[in-house]
């Protein structure tokens, strides 16, 4: 991967965009973002290749923003959902936002209304990273358990502060924070390695910067290897220099993961003030999706480095 520009800042605010589902949900999410990118005074920049079929057609209907095309094979990839495609989308986005704020989110997430704002209000603060709310934006059971084990923590009400985790579909950093580690991010971009890399420089939450989670089509089936695959990736980052006895030691704790996961889940709906009723009836669905990221946690952990990897049905 290459620099692609001048990456002075010429604007208040770079927005990147990450494509992982393409089409309406990417409509949805760009939608959101033009309502406000003229009063932020916002670029907007959503870096596409050969597997995000239709993506470049977007740029006809929103022409005010920057669709830039991955023309770099991804050597090795056997299918459109394997993270490292995210990952390389978000890095060329780094690269090539010119804004002084570099926010990113991804097409299954909807923005707020005042989020560009919120943005801005926040960096008058001196933190590297600021994250912000993630909350679930269609009301079923199978969308309530998938927001609980992906982002619960991250749900309003919540206080803000400095934060251990924040997450890469509601992010926003300082332009020189990300420079300072370029080579961290360059040839893929790792949310916990390039949030580890930015903790001395001051991690932040903030609920006032908020996105929702939407994703209408999703099927439990789908779900469950989602689950397998981003913990598959978790895992494989988290060891990738660990001994061999830490990874065995780490594969044999993992099926204690989905007793100690759904109680995380239920200490958040809890926070959150969830009805019983609504606990009772998230719980059971939340344990299946558990139950495929301990799957996932012990590939990545006996994969050496994500060598093997689940293929999807």
Not at 39 to 51: C, Q, R
Not at 107 to 124: E, K, Y
Not at 178 to 197: F, K, N, P, Q
Request: proline fraction near 6%; glycine fraction near 8%; hydrophobic fraction near 45%.
């Amino acid at each position: 991967m290459t620099d692609m520009g001048d990456t002075s800042p010429r604007r208040p605010l770079s927005i990147v965009v990450a494509v992982i589902d393409g089409g309406e949900g990417l409509r949805r999410t760009l939608a959101a973002v033009c309502a406000q990118m003229r009063t932020a005074d916002a670029e907007v920049i959503v870096p596409y290749d050969e597997w995000t079929k239709g993506t470049g057609e977007l740029a006809r209907e929103f022409r005010e923003m920057r669709f830039h095309f991955i023309s770099e094979s991804c050597s090795g990839v056997a299918s459109p959902r394997e993270h490292r495609l995210y990952d390389r989308r978000r890095a060329v986005g780094l690269v090539l936002a010119e804004g002084a704020i570099v926010a990113m989110t991804d097409d299954r997430s909807v923005p707020a209304a005042d989020w560009c704002q919120q943005i801005l209000v926040a960096h008058a603060q001196p933190a590297a990273v600021i994250g912000g709310a993630i909350d679930n934006g269609i009301d079923r059971p199978l969308h309530w358990a998938m927001y609980y084990c992906d982002f619960g923590r991250y749900g309003r009400p919540r206080a803000r502060g400095p934060a251990e985790y924040v997450s890469d579909v509601n992010v926003t950093y300082r332009r020189e924070a990300l420079d300072s580690i370029r080579d961290v991010w360059r040839d893929g971009y790792h949310e916990t390695t390039v949030h580890w890399a930015l903790r001395p420089r001051g991690v932040f939450f903030d609920d006032r910067l908020v996105v929702y989670q939407h994703r209408p089509n999703m099927t439990l089936r789908q779900a469950w290897w989602e689950r397998v695959m981003i913990a598959a990736d978790f895992a494989a980052t988290r060891v990738v220099a660990a001994s061999g006895l830490r990874r065995v030691v780490l594969a044999a704790l993992t099926p204690f993961l989905p007793p100690v996961l759904l109680t995380r889940i239920i200490r958040h709906m809890r926070r959150q003030r969830r009805p019983l009723p609504h606990l009772m009836q998230i719980a059971p669905i939340a344990l299946v999706l558990l139950t495929g990221s301990a799957i996932g946690e012990l590939i990545g952990y006996v994969g050496r480095g994500g060598k093997f990897w689940p293929r999807e049905t």
